[in-house]
């Protein structure tokens, strides 16, 4: 992030509608990158924001930069910040946020679907989660005693009930070896604080065995979770790591419509939890070794019900602006 210190900005207005003023800045990428930063922290918690009015004061360079940045617009002569544009600027969680890699058809396993980009390295996506106090970040296993964390997760019983992975060192590093050089398959570290407190493994449905099982568009994602550590779980983390999961896999390529899922079909709590984060259960699938609810989340309201926030799934009866 920018250097905030010769930014000075105040926040008037109504709670559904607060207005950002600039009071000082000496730089206009400084200034946008404030005024982003205070929006998020507006929006982060809070689905009842319907907009942030910006009045740029000294810098109107700053307002212009976050429409062309795709985060406001212009309406009746104001700058408007909304949560939906808001949050899908891939730069404000994405370190190593990249263009949409160009898009040519080709063939694997007998499926048709687009060329895959090079899995990136390092830490991928960082959010601060207010009701935790904490930063949550996703990073790939690129770390000295990344594989020895890993297979402790994969030996513990409750994790083991589920994957079914159990097993030594060797065969876990031959596991994320084999799912690194895949380029359908991102496995992941979350991390709280910097601390990696569960795996995931993302996968491009279209080329998974999740594929043939439904209509699989080019750009549906997936993903599978194991929390490994016994006091990251509940609903005040879920809350954090499953819509924040979604949030990146939005932001890392823009033509994704919709993210799908697998858990077993009889895993009631995993499935109340998808629920209650705005999946629905579409479809029951069969693989050899289970039987599967697919659920399924759509950008559309991902980003137009503010998914991101906790609780903003539920049923709401208040009407939403037709412009937001």
């Known amino acids: 992030m920018r250097d905030e210190n010769t930014v000075r900005l105040s926040v008037a207005g109504e ?22 930063r205070r929006a998020e922290a507006l929006t982060a918690a809070d689905a009842g924001v319907t907009r942030i009015l910006v009045e740029p ?3 109107p360079e700053a307002a212009a930069r976050l429409v062309a940045e795709g985060a406001a617009r212009r309406a009746d002569g104001r700058v408007e910040i909304l949560p939906g544009l808001l949050w899908q600027v891939a730069q404000g969680w994405l370190p190593q946020a990249r263009p949409p890699f160009p898009e040519l058809p080709t063939i694997s ?51 083991a009930a589920i994957w079914d992975e159990r097993g ?20 992941l570290f979350g991390c709280l604080d910097d601390k ?13 065995r999740l594929g043939p099982l439904y209509a ?47 858990p077993r079909a009889d895993h009631a709590q995993q499935i109340r939890n998808l629920h209650g984060s705005g ?17 399924m989340l759509t950008r559309d309201h991902f980003f137009r019900d503010r998914l991101w926030v906790p609780g903003a799934a539920a049923a709401d009866a208040t009407p939403r602006p037709a412009a937001v």
């Not at 030594?168 to 380029?183: F, I, K, N, T």
């Not at 568009?217 to 979604?246: N, Q, T």
Request: one cysteine or more; charged letters at 25%.
């Open 216 to 262: 699989a568009e080019d750009y549906d994602r997936g993903w599978h979770v194991a929390v490994g550590e016994e006091g990251v779980r509940g609903r005040r983390y879920v809350s954090a790591w499953l819509p924040s999961l979604m949030h990146f896999l939005f932001l890392d390529e823009p033509r994704t419509r919709r993210i799908v899922g697998e």
């Open 109 to 159: 396993h007998g499926r048709r679907h687009p060329l895959r980009p090079e899995a990136p390295e390092g830490l991928l996506y960082r959010r601060e989660i207010p009701w935790l106090g904490q930063s949550l970040s996703f990073r790939t296993l690129t770390e000295p005693g990344d594989v020895a964390l890993f297979s402790r997760w994969m030996n513990d019983d409750r994790v």
């Open 15 to 36: 709670a559904k509608e607060p207005v950002l003023r600039l009071e000082a800045a000496s730089h206009a990428g400084a200034a946008a990158e404030a005024l982003l």
């Open 168 to 187: 030594d060192l060797d065969r876990h590093r031959a596991y994320l070896e084999g799912l690194q050089a895949d380029p359908h398959m991102l496995p």
């Open 279 to 295: 999946f629905s259960t579409v479809a029951t699938v069969d693989f050899p070794h289970k039987r599967a609810a697919l659920v």
């Open 57 to 59: 004061g000294p810098c």
């Open 196 to 208: 990696p407190f569960a795996y995931f493994e993302l996968y491009w449905a279209k080329e998974n």
